[in-house]
């Protein structure tokens, strides 16, 4: 497998590696639901929209932030399916109830630095869209961003989701994909020395995205260590699948 000097993926929803059960976060204070963490990246669509129906329903019911985080996460997750199928109709629906839902949480929620992230990479997504907007909506991400790297800054899915968004944000708009790296290197050591292991399910999107960031940096040979390692986590997840697809000659 050889890496290409430059490497064009677009889409910027991502897909979750397995984990073996639901686990709490004691320091920023909620839980990662087994059903989320365990089995989304090797879900179908439908799959994805049924349990994405069944979070809503409860969030409906109960009016909380724990199922209306979770629902607008996985309307999130769904942009993936969208985009592979250039569903723009699909899309700019999920990109919709995500910002929408995100944008309810209050800043006193557990939630709310998650929230903020995953709002800013929706609206960014919407201004790939409209670009027309990418001024009004580009100082919204940006605050977005900035919040949940103040809020956010020891929670590693945070520190992840702000590097993905340095990946794509170009450096005109903030970018930095030596700062994503960054991130994503962090990310890995507090995975690899909590205690319980909890954050691994993220190691196969992070590494994906080091290959990424490794890549559009021109160090080719760390950019194939970082997919390779990828690879070895979960050699049937759809992202890093597409990823090594797009880098073979």
């Known amino acids: 497998m050889k890496l290409y000097k430059h490497i064009t993926f677009t889409v910027a929803a991502l897909l979750l590696y397995s984990s ?3 686990f709490s976060d004691e320091q920023n204070g909620h839980s990662y639901p087994a059903d989320i963490t365990g089995s989304i990246y090797t879900a179908s669509k439908s799959d994805i929209e049924a349990l994405k129906a069944a979070y809503h329903e409860r969030h409906l019911n109960q009016l909380d ?10 309307a999130y997750r769904s942009t993936h399916y969208s985009y592979a199928n250039q569903d723009k109709k699909a899309l700019k629906r999920a990109l919709k109830q995500c910002t929408e839902l995100m944008g309810e949480i209050e800043q006193s929620s557990i939630y ?3 929230a903020s992230i995953i709002r800013a990479l929706c609206l960014g997504q919407t201004i ?3 670009p027309l907007k ?4 580009g100082q919204k991400a ?5 919040i949940a790297a103040v809020m956010g ?20 708009w903030g970018g930095d994909k030596a700062r994503a790296v960054t991130r994503f290197l962090d990310v890995v050591q507090r995975a690899e020395s909590s205690s319980a292991g909890q954050w691994c399910w993220l190691l196969p999107d992070v590494y994906t995205y080091l290959a990424l960031s490794y890549n559009a940096l021109e160090q080719p040979e760390k950019a194939k260590a970082a997919l ?3 690879e070895s986590l979960s050699p049937q997840y759809a992202f890093m699948k597409s990823v090594q697809i797009a880098t073979e000659e």
């Open 134 to 137: 990418g001024m009004l909506l």
């Open 228 to 230: 390779q390692k990828a």
């Open 112 to 114: 709310f630095p998650e």
């Open 153 to 172: 800054k020891d929670n590693p899915h945070v520190i992840f989701l702000l590097g993905v968004n340095d990946y794509y944000t170009p450096n005109m």
């Open 142 to 146: 940006g605050a977005a961003a900035n």
């Open 65 to 74: 932030d724990e199922n209306k985080f979770w629902t607008a996460y996985l």
């Open 128 to 130: 790939a869209m409209q």
């Open 20 to 22: 073996p059960g639901a």
